[in-house]
Every structure is written in C-alpha cells, then in structure tokens.
C-alpha cells in the first residue's frame, strides 16, 4: 500500500481498536475496583463491551474478582490492532514479539488510565469540591485503589492530602521502570 493511503489507514485502526480497548480496560478495572454499574457511563461501557465478553466468558473463566476474559479480549484487540498497523507499514514481526509489543502497550495504557484519573479527579477536587456527576463517580472508582495505597505511606499533614502527587510520582516511575525492558525485550525477539 501506498503512503497516501497507509497513513490514513493506520490513523484509523489506531483510532478505532485504542477506543474500543480503552473502553474494555475502564470496564475492567471498574469491576476490579467495584465501580458503581448503575453510573450512565458504567452503563455505555456494558453496552460496548457486552457482546465480545458474553462470548468469551463461555471459554475464560473469572479469577476470583479478575475479569480474566476482558484481559484476553484486550489482549486480542491489541494484538490485532498492532498486526495491522505493522503490516499497513510494511513492518513483520513475530508472535513472540507482537505478543509482547501489545502487552507493553497495554500496560501502558493501564497506567495512563490511573494518571489521569488521578489527575483529573484532583483538578476536579480543587475547583468543585463535593459536587457529584457521572464522570466524578467513575474517577473516583477508578482512582481510590491507587490513592488508598500511597494514604498509607505519605503522612498525613493536617489537611493536605499529598496521596495523589505520591500516586503520580509512582506511577511514572512504573512507565520508566516497566515499559522500557519489556520494549527492548520486543526488538531482542522479533
């Protein structure tokens, strides 16, 4: 394929399978977290993500409180979606290796999710605190995992809760640390 068309072709499949994977990793963890399904937007995730999960759940089953068929599901979109773009560039990479490509990538997301969940519930903290919508119920679910470990470890400090600077802080290092062997580990395969 041409340049002309690969281009607008891979912004597509990007486009479509990341939200589509997005959405199935925010179901996920707002099972994971025990997340409010009753939310409107909780509610658009089901009706997203339903039919995929109904069929897979026939073959994967659950891990205790674990999703495992929506991790599968992600896993398969992604690898999906990454064939696909590496094949739109021209690109051939072995099973190992695209195996571990789209999970670095999902690992990637995963960690993205929390930071700006984390971020946005804060921000939102600041400047309307106490209000209540769709969209605070979901960060809130999303983000109090993350932030109920680091109250743990930082202090208190009268008032200040300095737990969702501690969560960022941790979270990048995670990206920094995890992403860049798990990528070096792609390229030594494939």
Not at 45 to 66: D, N, Q, W, Y
Not at 87 to 116: C, H, M, W, Y
Not at 152 to 158: E, H, I, N, Q, S
Request: glycine share 6%.
């Amino acid at each position: 394929m041409n340049s002309y068309m690969a281009e607008p072709a891979i912004f597509l499949v990007d486009t479509l399978f990341s939200l589509y994977i997005l959405a199935v990793v925010i179901r996920f963890l707002l099972q994971w977290s025990g997340g409010d399904f009753y939310n409107p937007i909780a509610q658009m995730l089901i009706k997203l993500t339903h039919p995929p999960l109904k069929f897979l759940r026939r073959f994967v089953p659950p891990a205790g409180k674990i999703d495992t068929s929506a991790i599968v599901l992600a896993m398969g979109l992604q690898m999906t979606a990454d064939f696909a773009i590496l094949f739109l560039k021209g690109v051939f990479v072995g099973i190992g290796a695209l195996v571990i490509i789209s999970f670095t990538q999902l690992i990637s997301l995963l960690i993205n999710v929390f930071i700006f969940a984390i971020f946005a519930q804060a921000l939102l903290s600041w400047f309307n605190p106490g209000a209540f919508s769709a969209a605070t119920s979901v960060l809130y679910s999303l983000s109090e995992p993350v932030l109920n470990v680091c109250r743990r470890m930082v202090p208190d400090l009268g008032g200040i809760d300095l737990s969702p600077l501690a969560a960022l802080i941790m979270l990048q290092l995670a990206k920094m640390l995890l992403l860049p062997p798990l990528h070096e580990l792609a390229g030594f395969i494939g």
